[in-house]
T-cell receptor, first 112, second 115 residues
């Protein structure tokens, strides 16, 4: 079955540090991949997406590239801010399947 | 403004009582979902519905029930059969296209605590 595995947190970084949160997936078809972000006390928001291999999703300085050969979709940001502190979820949607599968989430703390 | 509204935001109930969580959307979305979020577990799908009067079980449907009598509403009942109901519950919706592409719109969640 389909699944998403992402690095366990919490991840703690200083402001302006480089961020990578790893995500790998298993899918029977050709999924679309997503990163969602959850700020404290809120629901999830779509951060970025990629629908086919080699696509790069980007938003708010975050980027992730759909790598079919390594079945990965790692989230990166060159210089994090305190306001980036949140929980980040990697997710996939396998075309033709009604379900959207989420990873367990990675909590990110950015220190000023 | 368009969006998804969940209520109540916080709910306390005694063990053995049924509780119903409300989810309303005015985005004209066809598909609606209920997820449960526990620390370290991520999001787990409880039920989902793609059209009115139809819904499917997700991965952890036992102890829960839903209805979809109106397009804009998808209430979740946590029954006394749910063994560990204390959790954060998230409702989401999307278009039919989004149900395939995975672009969900989430409410702010309801935190249920069973005493």
């Amino acid at each position: 079955g389909n699944s998403v595995t992402q690095m366990e947190g919490p991840v703690t970084l200083s402001e302006e540090a480089f961020l990578t949160i790893n995500c790998t997936y298993t899918a029977t078809g050709y999924p679309s991949l997503f990163w969602y972000v959850q700020y404290p006390g809120e629901g999830l928001q779509l951060l970025l997406k990629a629908t086919k291999a080699d696509d790069k999703g980007s938003n708010k300085g975050f980027e992730a590239t759909y790598r079919k050969e390594t079945t990965s979709f790692h989230l990166e940001k060159g210089s994090v801010q305190v306001s980036d502190s949140a929980v980040y979820f990697c997710a996939l949607s396998d075309h033709g399947d009604d379900k959207i599968i989420f990873g367990k989430g990675t909590r990110l703390h950015i220190l000023p | 403004d368009g969006g998804i509204t969940q209520s109540p935001k916080y709910l306390f109930r005694k063990e053995g009582q049924n509780v119903t969580l409300s989810c309303e959307q005015n985005l004209n979305h066809d598909a609606m979902y209920w997820y449960r979020q526990d620390p370290g577990q991520g999001l787990r799908l409880i039920y989902y519905s793609q059209i009115v009067n139809d819904f499917q079980k997700g991965d952890i449907a036992e102890g829960y029930s839903v209805s979809r009598e109106k397009k804009e509403s998808f209430p979740l009942t946590v029954t006394s059969a749910q063994k560990n109901p204390t959790a954060f519950y998230l409702c989401a919706s999307t278009t039919m296209e989004g149900s395939v592409t995975g672009e969900l719109f989430f409410g702010e969640g309801s935190r249920l605590t069973v005493l």
